[in-house]
């Protein structure tokens, strides 16, 4: 992924279907993976998400074809549009 369309991307963890927070730069996918694998918690994953805040930014993307590709992804793994789930 290019680093222009990286930046209307990011992964959050979804916690008990009831919150969610965007992953800070300095963590570790993985290693969040693996402490919420072995963890009590139910319904905990990773997601990725759209990372936009105007419809002028989300129009912007209809010109680059992986942006497109992801939302497409993200649409067909729900059937809602809004995530790609990492079950953990």
Known sequence: M???TANYFALFEVINH???R???PNE?????YVQNYTSA???TCLTLRKWLFT????A???DN???IGIGIGIEIDLGIGIEIGIGI
């Open 60 to 62: 912007l993307l209809n």
């Open 65 to 67: 074809d992986l942006a």
């Open 22 to 24: 965007k992953l800070a």
């Open 2 to 4: 290019d680093s222009v």
């Open 55 to 58: 419809t002028e930014e989300e």
């Open 18 to 20: 009831s919150f969610v």
């Open 28 to 32: 570790f996918p993985h290693k969040l």
């Open 41 to 43: 918690v139910p319904g």
